[in-house]
C-alpha cells in the first residue's frame, strides 16, 4: 500500500496523529481528486447545457425512484428555488416525470424518463470508470479505509441520509 506524501514508512496507526501539513496535502489531494471525478460528467453535461446540479438530481432520482421534491430538497441541501429551475429544465426536455402522490396530493414524486435513465447511465459510467481504476491501483484496503474516512467527514443529517440509501430495496 503505497503511503501519504509526508507519511512514508509509517504504520496506519501513527497516521492517527497527522501533522497540518499532511493534513494540507489531503485537504488538497481531496480537491483535485473531485476534478478529475467531476470531469467526466461535465463534459457530457456541458454539451447538454446542464450543470452540476442537474447531475446531482438526475442520480439521486435514478437511487430513488418515487422520491419526492421534499425528500430531494433534503439531499441535496439547496433552496426550493434552485431545485425548482433544475426539475424544470429536467421535466420539460423529458428526462425526468413528475407525479402526484396517490395518498396526499401535495407530493410530487420523480421519476427518470429513459432519456434520463440513460443520461444517468453515460454519467455514472464515467464515473464508475474513473473510481474502478483508482480503486485497482490503491488497492483493497484503500477501498474500505477510504470510504470510512468520506462517512466519518459526513455530517449526522448527511450520515443518516447515506446510510438510508444504503438500506436494501
Known amino acids: ?29 481531496m480537491f483535485f481528486a473531485y476534478r478529475g471525478f467531476t470531469a467526466d460528467p461535465d463534459r457530457i453535461l456541458s454539451e447538454m447545457h446542464y450543470g452540476r446540479a442537474h ?5 439521486f432520482i435514478h437511487i430513488v425512484p418515487g422520491t ?8 441535496l441541501g439547496v433552496t426550493k428555488q434552485s431545485l425548482n429551475r433544475v426539475l424544470r429544465t429536467l421535466i420539460d426536455d423529458g428526462l425526468v ?3 402526484i402522490g396517490r395518498t396526499d396530493k401535495r407530493e410530487r414524486h420523480l421519476f427518470l424518463t429513459p432519456d ?16 474502478r481504476a483508482a480503486y485497482r491501483q490503491a488497492g483493497p484496503e484503500a477501498v474500505v479505509g477510504f470510504r470510512k474516512v468520506l462517512e466519518a467527514m459526513m455530517d449526522p443529517d448527511l450520515q443518516r441520509h447515506y446510510s438510508g440509501l444504503r438500506e436494501p430495496r
Do not use: C, K, W, Y
Not at 1 to 29: K, V, W, Y
Not at 55 to 59: I, K
Open 1 to 29: 500500500m503505497a503511503d501519504l506524501p509526508g507519511t512514508q514508512g509509517h504504520t496506519g496507526e501513527s497516521l492517527l496523529f497527522l501533522t497540518d501539513e499532511q493534513l494540507r496535502q489531503g485537504i488538497e489531494a
Open 55 to 59: 447531475h446531482r438530481a438526475v442520480h
Open 68 to 75: 419526492t421534491v421534499n425528500n430531494l430538497l433534503s439531499i
Open 97 to 99: 416525470e413528475s407525479r
Open 116 to 131: 434520463g435513465r440513460d443520461l444517468e447511465h453515460r454519467l455514472s459510467d464515467a464515473q464508475r470508470a474513473r473510481m
